[in-house]
C-alpha cells in the first residue's frame, strides 16, 4: 500500500504572504481551495494508486466553523474524485514534533505500508528528509513536487523511518 500523508494549509490551501499562523483557522472556515492543487493531487494518486492520509491540523474540531472547515475539504476532494482513507491519531499536546510522532504510530499500526511520502508547507521536527515533498506555502502543490511525490512513492521502503 501506497501512502501519501496529506496536509492542508500551503499544499491545497495555499497561504497568502504575511498571513500569520493563528489566523489560519479563522480563514478555513471561508477559504477557497486551490483547483489546481487540487487537480495535482488527483494526478498524483492517479499516477501512483496511492490512498489519502490526513496529517493536519484540520483533523481537529472544536467549533462550527471547524466543520464547515471539514465538510468544504471533503467536497472539495470529491470534486476532483478524491477522499480520505484515514487520518493519523491526534496527539493531545499538539506540538511541532507531535506529528511525526503521529505519523509513526499510524505506519506501526500499517505494516503492509510499502511506500510513503508527506506533502507538507514546512519540515517539521523528525520528518524524515528522505520522506518529505515540501510545498511553497504561497502557492501550494505543483508539478514539481507531484514529481518529487512520484519518485517516493515508487521507490519501496526498506524499512520504515522511526523517531529518535
Not at 520528518?127 to 514529481?147: D, K, M, N
Request: hydrophobic residues 40%; neutral net charge.
Amino acid at each position: 500500500m501506497k501512502l501519501i500523508f496529506l496536509d492542508i494549509d500551503g499544499v491545497l490551501l495555499p497561504i497568502p504572504p504575511g498571513v500569520r499562523p493563528c489566523t489560519l483557522q479563522a480563514r478555513n472556515a471561508t477559504a477557497s481551495f486551490d483547483n489546481a492543487c487540487t487537480r495535482q493531487l488527483a494526478a498524483l494518486t492517479e499516477k501512483t494508486g496511492a490512498k489519502l492520509v490526513l496529517s493536519s491540523n484540520w483533523r481537529y474540531i472544536h467549533s462550527e466553523s471547524d466543520i464547515v472547515a471539514r465538510k468544504n475539504l471533503e467536497r472539495q476532494l470529491a470534486g476532483f474524485q478524491l477522499s480520505l482513507w484515514d487520518e493519523t491519531p491526534a496527539s493531545p499536546r499538539r506540538t511541532p514534533m507531535d506529528r511525526w510522532n503521529e505519523i509513526s504510530a499510524w505506519l506501526k499500526l500499517h505494516p503492509e505500508t510499502e511506500a510513503f511520502c508527506i506533502l507538507d508547507d514546512v519540515m517539521l521536527p523528525g520528518f524524515p528528509p528522505e520522506r518529505a515533498v515540501l510545498c511553497q506555502a504561497s502557492r501550494g502543490l505543483t508539478a514539481e513536487e507531484v514529481c518529487r511525490a512520484c519518485e517516493l512513492l515508487m521507490k519501496p521502503l526498506s524499512r520504515i523511518p522511526r523517531n529518535g
